[in-house]
T-cell receptor, first 112, second 116 residues
Framework: KQEVTQIPAALSVPEGENLVLNCSFTDSAIYNLQWFRQDPGKGLTSLLLIQSSQREQTSGRLNASLDKSSGRSTLYIAASQPGDSATYLCAVKETSGSRLTFGEGTQLTVNP | KAGVTQTPRYLIKTRGQQVTLSCSPISGHRSVSWYQQTPGQGLQFLFEYFSETQRNKGNFPGRFSGRQFSNSRSEMNVSTLELGDSALYLC???????????????FGPGTRLLVL
């Protein structure tokens, strides 16, 4: 059974700092990995999706990497801003169909 | 283009009642998935519908059911509500072209259900 773990569970940084969020998964036979952002009481916003054949994806200040063989992904946020404060979730998709297995998330606070 | 919409946004029910939640996917998206989010269990997959058929099912009791209509709108129903069913219920839609999912899932704002 696939298990997804995110470390750390919570992170507080000053504005402007670069930071890394970690995600690990137990079964490397994944189809893709997706990073989401969730604001309090809201739905999920997709940030980046990495196919199993890819090593990384970039969008603006965000960069996500994937090492399928070791079962790890990282989300790098450059020059953090208070508006980046949210919970960040990673999710893996294993088979055809749309089922995602989520980690517990990292709650990020960026202090002005 | 309109996003995924869910109704109602908030709901209060009592134990033993039943509830129906609705999800309208992004236009053209034929796959709709449902997830339950609680502080203790995180986000857990309930089921997925594609072309009016349940394609995948998570590990939830039979009290949780769903269906999808010909216009891809989906409903989920929970019967005999329990206190532990209090959660944020999220639906997500994705585009399927031929036999391939277009992978990126787009989530709605969720329905927050409180069971008293």
């Amino acid at each position: 059974k696939q298990e997804v773990t995110q470390i750390p569970a919570a992170l507080s940084v000053p504005e402007g700092e670069n930071l890394v969020l970690n995600c690990s998964f137990t079964d490397s036979a994944i189809y893709n990995l997706q990073w989401f952002r969730q604001d309090p009481g809201k739905g999920l916003t997709s940030l980046l999706l990495i196919q199993s054949s890819q090593r990384e994806q970039t969008s603006g200040r965000l960069n996500a990497s994937l090492d399928k063989s070791s079962g790890r992904s990282t989300l790098y946020i450059a020059a953090s801003q208070p508006g980046d404060s949210a919970t960040y979730l990673c999710a893996v998709k294993e088979t055809s169909g749309s089922r995602l297995t989520f980690g517990e998330g990292t709650q990020l606070t960026v202090n002005p | 283009k309109a996003g995924v919409t869910q109704t109602p946004r908030y709901l209060i029910k009592t134990r033993g009642q039943q509830v129906t939640l609705s999800c309208s996917p992004i236009s053209g998206h034929r796959s709709v998935s449902w997830y339950q989010q609680t502080p203790g269990q995180g986000l857990q997959f309930l089921f997925e519908y594609f072309s009016e058929t349940q394609r995948n099912k998570g590990n939830f009791p039979g009290r949780f059911s769903g269906r999808q209509f010909s216009n891809s709108r989906s409903e989920m129903n929970v019967s005999t509500l329990e206190l532990g069913d209090s959660a944020l219920y999220l639906c997500a839609s994705s585009l399927v072209v031929g036999s391939r999912d277009q992978e990126t899932q787009y989530f709605g704002p969720g329905t927050r259900l409180l069971v008293l």
